[in-house]
């Protein structure tokens, strides 16, 4: 039987949802993220990115590419409410689903031919659904692995839907090109660039002992494999896994530990939010790193008292990277994890006295209830002003 992965990819998804809310911004420059001079670009919209603005970028500098854009701070627990809307749909498909970030979700696609046909034709109809039940667009990418399938769905991109057949991954990593071979960075491309490789066969040309020895062992491995169309395992976890965990890969490599704060602050409240709406507690937090050379490392924390609140896996998070930042040593790609988790609201041992973080954590659950009953007002307004035969069909704004 063919293995068959998808890697859904949600197209600017920021700031295609403030568009969703705002129909006035749609077909302009929109960029989501940090509205202060140290603030960063969290997403843009693809208006933006024609004037060079991308994700992780300071927002002086965006400002600058940019000036006319439509700046809007960002809004974590209304991306959450579509992201599980989207996951939800994605259910639907694969009984599987593997979510890596707020964003981006992998789908175990193999043996449901039967259900919704040939690959390509289920992407097509799981692109219809999207966008029929969000009005958002999302793009697909089909492969015999999640390395391979991640890649397919930046082909083409937005609204992109791609699809390589088992045997032609070396001939698609070929095509992609050295330059946009998944989780290569610019220090990489300049590594090999210093030893006359600035291509995928070229790369190809050297054994994996030359490439490590040359690289270092985590880089020369990597090289390697991916090259040759290998999934090298970035993305091999447990969809079933007892944690709620999400991480972002870096267009550029970040060494600057204020603008990981800042990701470790969004991606916080992304693992909160989903911890909230799914019922669920953590006893340990936990963040991973992976430097430009490739090197992974992950450090855990369990506190003695139970976890909260977004701000309290927040100030943990960043406790263990300063602990672990070396300075001038950058990052490509930056996690955060709630660990050990189960089932309830409550810990197993309640604490003597009031905790501050149990206040923020009802306030955060409070901010959640506010934003579904908004959206149900708003839906009832709509159909009221459409008469008693309008249907909502979950886009309020197309």
């Known amino acids: ?45 693809y208006e933006a990115r024609a004037f060079g603005v991308h994700s992780a970028m300071p927002m002086f500098q965006a400002r600058k590419l940019c000036p006319q854009a439509i700046y809007v701070q960002g809004r974590m627990h209304r991306y959450h409410e579509v992201s599980k809307t989207i996951l939800s749909i994605l259910a639907t498909f694969s009984p599987a689903v593997q979510q890596i970030s707020i964003d981006e979700a992998f789908l175990d696609m193999t043996g449901t031919e039967r259900l919704f046909g040939k690959p390509r034709v289920a992407a097509q109809l799981l692109k219809q659904k999207v966008r029929e039940e969000t009005s958002l667009v999302i793009s697909v990418g089909i492969g015999p692995s999640r390395f391979i399938a991640k890649m397919a769905s930046d082909y083409g991109k937005p609204d992109g839907l791609c699809r390589v057949a088992p045997g032609k991954e070396l001939a698609f990593v070929d095509v992609v090109g050295l330059k946009k071979l998944w989780g290569l960075g610019e220090s990489s ?41 290998i999934d090298p395992g970035i993305y091999s976890g447990d969809s079933k896994s007892h944690s709620i965990s999400t991480e972002c890969t870096f267009p550029v490599d970040i060494a600057d530990q204020d603008i990981l704060h800042q990701y470790l602050l969004r991606m916080s409240h992304e693992v909160m939010f989903r911890s909230i709406e799914e019922k669920v507690m953590g006893k340990t937090v936990g963040i991973k790193i992976r430097y430009a050379d490739f090197t992974t490392t992950s450090a855990q924390e369990t506190p003695d008292k139970p976890i909260y609140s977004a701000e309290e896996i927040y100030q943990t998070a960043c406790r263990l990277l300063d602990q672990r930042l070396t300075t001038g040593r950058s990052i490509r790609l930056i996690g955060v994890g709630l660990y050990q988790t189960r089932i309830g609201e409550a810990p197993l041992q309640e604490e003597l006295f009031e905790d501050n973080f149990k206040r923020k954590r009802e306030l955060e659950k409070a901010v959640l209830s506010l934003r579904a009953k908004g959206r149900n007002l708003e839906k009832a307004s709509i159909l009221q002003q459409r008469g008693p035969s309008a249907e909502i069909d979950g886009s309020t704004h197309s």
Do not use: W
């Open 1 to 45: 039987m063919e293995t068959v992965f998808f890697h859904v990819d949600m197209d600017a998804f920021f700031a295609s949802v403030e568009q969703m809310d705002h129909p006035e911004h749609r077909g302009k420059p929109l960029i989501v993220g940090g509205l202060g001079n140290r603030g960063v670009v969290s997403a843009c919209s």
């Open 189 to 229: 491309l300049s590594a090999l660039a210093r030893h006359h490789i600035t291509n995928v066969a070229q790369l190809r040309e050297y054994g994996k002992e030359y490439l490590q020895r040359t690289f270092g062992v985590a880089a020369g491995e990597y090289f390697y494999q991916v090259c040759r169309g």
